[in-house]
């Protein structure tokens, strides 16, 4: 008589496979994905917990009926999981150097020197970030060749930062076709938007009023349901990047 086959392992440590939750990306984005992980930036978090175990104390609060378990992504014990901003963009643009440059200028050393341009790698899946502005809040960066998959992470941000390479006019089509697809979600419909024309240190054979006025970005801000603010930035020496620290800490200031 063949015995019968084990019940697989309840996941993530609960009491029975049923119990399991579906998780959402953001809880998804920490977990191994082929022996690697996918989110590559959680090692910059103080906890130093991946996502299966802060997930893990998210369920526990839940089965204490305090909060769903994605309201409590951080470690067991600090409250609700802080405010999640999206970074967006086409691949090359600089946003990995702009979040380590935002996370230079916030640093507990007070430094505002920031130096020559840390190394960078391309973006494979996603980085989170946290950073200290005022209260602690977290930048989620995607990468641009997941632009397909994009929306499956726009539930659970407050906000967007969306980057466009102003020294590269090739990427204007495919950056305002990006733009006005996350513009017109419905879960983005009351985020604050930010659009950055990154890298205007650098040459360019069209000047970025042109590049502006080609990506028509007075009718696209005219037309959006959400606040949108324009800036101009170099990842690369600093331009700007008091204008971003400024726009973040104006998203967590309280409506009332």
């Not at 970074?87 to 990995?96: D, P, Q």
């Not at 090739?170 to 017109?184: A, D, K």
Request: proline residues 9%; charged residues 15%.
């Amino acid at each position: 008589m063949v015995p019968p086959k084990p019940a697989d392992p309840a996941p993530l440590g609960l009491s029975s496979p049923q119990a399991a939750l579906p998780l959402p990306p953001s809880a998804r984005a920490g977990l191994p994905l082929n022996g690697s992980w996918l989110d590559t930036g959680r090692s910059e978090r103080q906890d130093h917990q991946p996502a299966s175990a802060q997930l893990l104390c998210g369920i526990r609060q839940w089965k204490r009926g305090s909060a769903s378990p994605w309201q409590w992504a951080g470690a067991e014990g600090l409250g609700p999981a802080a405010p999640m901003y999206l970074l967006l963009g086409a691949s090359g643009v600089g946003k990995t150097l702009l979040v380590k440059r935002l996370q230079k200028l916030c640093s507990k050393d007070g430094s505002r020197e920031l130096g020559e341009p840390p190394p960078t790698l391309p973006t494979v899946g996603t980085n989170l970030t946290d950073l200290l502005i005022q209260k602690k809040i977290t930048i989620r960066e995607l990468g641009g060749c997941m632009g397909p998959i994009w929306p499956s992470y726009y539930g659970d941000c407050s906000s967007v930062l969306f980057m466009i390479d102003a020294a590269n006019p090739t990427q204007i089509s495919s950056s305002c076709i990006q733009l006005l697809s996350l513009l017109s979600a419905e879960q983005l419909a009351s985020a604050s938007v930010l659009i950055l024309f990154n890298k205007i240190d650098l040459p360019c054979y069209m000047s970025l009023v042109e590049m502006k006025s080609l990506f028509r970005i007075q009718d696209i801000i005219s037309c959006a349901n959400q606040p949108i603010t324009v800036v101009e930035t170099s990842a690369r020496d600093g331009t700007g990047l008091s204008d971003v620290l400024q726009w973040l800490r104006s998203t967590l200031k309280d409506p009332s």
